[in-house]
C-alpha cells in the first residue's frame, strides 16, 4: 500500500468513526431523555397517589393480638417476617371512599392532656428500634414510672419486633416513623423517599389503626423540596446524646442532664443496653426536678406540634 492509498483508508476510518460517534451520542441522549422523562412519570404518579390517600393504607389485617407469647427471634423472622415484608404498594387497597379503611382501635394507657398543660415538658425520643431485649426492658421500667417517650421506629424492624411496637402504642408511647430501611433522604428520588415513608407508614397503621402524622428523617437529613413532599412534621432534636457513638451509661446520663431544658427534644437510640441504663437514671433525675416527660401525640394535644404543617421541630417551645 502506497502513502496515497493509506491516506484513503485513513481518511474512510476517521468517517467512520465520527458517524459511529455522532449515532452513539444521539442514542445514548434519546435514551437518557427517555429514562427522565419514564422516571418523572412514575414520582408524578407516586406523589399523586400519596397526596390523594394522605397515608397509604392497605386492607386490615388482624394483627392486634400476634406474639403476645413473646417467642424466639427465629420464630419472629418465620412468623412475622414473611407477614411483613410482603407489603408493598401493589397491595395497597383503598375502600373506594376516602381513600382509608377503618381498625379497630387499640386501648391505649392514655393521660389526661389537662394535667401536662404548664409544666415543663420534654421529648425524650428513642430512634432505629424497635429492638428486642433492650426495648422490652425499657418498657417495663417506662411504665413503672408513668412516663411517655417516643418511638421512631424503622419498618424493616417492624418485620421482626411488632409486637413491641404494638406494646409500646398500648403502654400510651408514641410509635411513629424513621423511615422504612434508614436511606438518606437527600440522597434518593422524590418515588423512593415516598416509598421509604409510605411503607412504614402501612406497617405502622396495620398494627396500630391509626395513622402516622409524623416522621424524624435518617441522620436528621431533609431539605424543604423533601419536606414538602412528604408532608409531615419533621421532628428533628436539640439535644443529641451520642447514645451511639459511647457506649457508657454515664455518657449518656450526663448528656441528657447537660441538655436538660423545657421544650427539649433528646435523641437516643432503644438498642443498647447503656442507652437504657443512663436514661432511666436520668428520667429518675429530671422526674425530681420536677420535669414532666411527655410523648410526641401529648405535644401534638397540647398544641406543641402542628400536625399539618411539614416544619421541622427543633425543641417543642
Ligand atoms: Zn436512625
Known amino acids: 500500500m502506497n502513502d496515497r492509498t493509506a491516506l484513503v483508508v485513513y481518511r474512510k476510518e476517521v468517517k467512520i468513526f465520527r458517524i459511529l460517534f455522532l449515532f452513539i451520542l444521539l442514542a445514548s441522549l434519546g435514551f437518557v431523555s427517555w429514562r427522565i422523562a419514564s422516571s418523572d412519570d412514575v414520582t408524578k404518579h407516586v406523589v399523586a397517589l400519596y397526596k390523594t390517600t394522605n397515608a397509604l393504607v392497605v ?18 423472622t418465620e412468623r412475622l417476617g414473611t407477614e411483613f415484608a410482603a407489603i408493598d404498594h401493589n397491595e395497597i387497597v383503598h375502600d373506594g371512599n376516602s381513600g382509608i379503611v377503618e381498625l379497630p382501635s387499640i386501648e391505649r394507657n392514655t393521660r389526661d392532656i389537662e ?30 414510672r408513668d412516663i411517655r417517650v417516643t418511638f421512631f421506629v424503622l419498618g424493616t424492624k417492624l418485620n421482626y419486633y411488632a409486637d413491641i411496637a404494638v406494646r409500646a402504642h398500648r403502654e400510651g408511647h408514641t410509635v411513629s416513623s424513621h423511615g422504612y430501611s434508614h436511606r438518606e433522604f437527600t440522597t434518593l428520588s422524590d418515588e423512593e423517599i415516598l416509598y421509604e415513608v409510605s411503607k412504614t407508614n402501612i406497617l405502622l397503621y396495620n398494627l396500630l389503626g ?25 421532628i428533628f432534636w ?5 447514645d451511639w457513638r459511647y457506649r457508657y451509661d454515664d455518657v449518656v446520663y450526663q448528656n441528657i442532664m447537660y441538655g436538660a431544658q423545657d421544650g427539649a427534644i433528646l435523641l437516643l437510640h432503644d438498642l443498647y443496653e447503656t442507652t437504657v441504663d443512663g436514661v432511666l437514671r436520668a428520667i429518675d433525675s429530671l422526674l425530681s426536678q420536677g420535669y414532666v416527660l411527655i410523648s410526641l401525640e401529648e405535644a401534638e394535644a397540647l398544641g406543641y406540634i402542628d400536625p399539618n404543617s411539614y416544619r421541622i421541630y427543633i425543641s417543642i417551645r
Open 115 to 144: 394535667t401536662l398543660r404548664n409544666q415543663r415538658v420534654m421529648l425524650i425520643t428513642f430512634d432505629d428500634g424497635p429492638a428486642g431485649d433492650t426495648t422490652s426492658r425499657l418498657l417495663d421500667e417506662l411504665a413503672k
Open 210 to 234: 391509626v395513622q402516622n402524622r409524623f416522621i424524624r428523617a435518617p441522620y436528621g437529613s431533609s431539605n424543604p423540596h423533601i419536606r414538602e413532599l412528604v408532608n409531615m412534621p419533621f
Open 59 to 76: 386492607e386490615p389485617r388482624d394483627m392486634h393480638d400476634i406474639q403476645e407469647n413473646n417467642p424466639a427471634e427465629e420464630n419472629r
Open 238 to 242: 436539640n439535644v443529641d446524646t451520642l
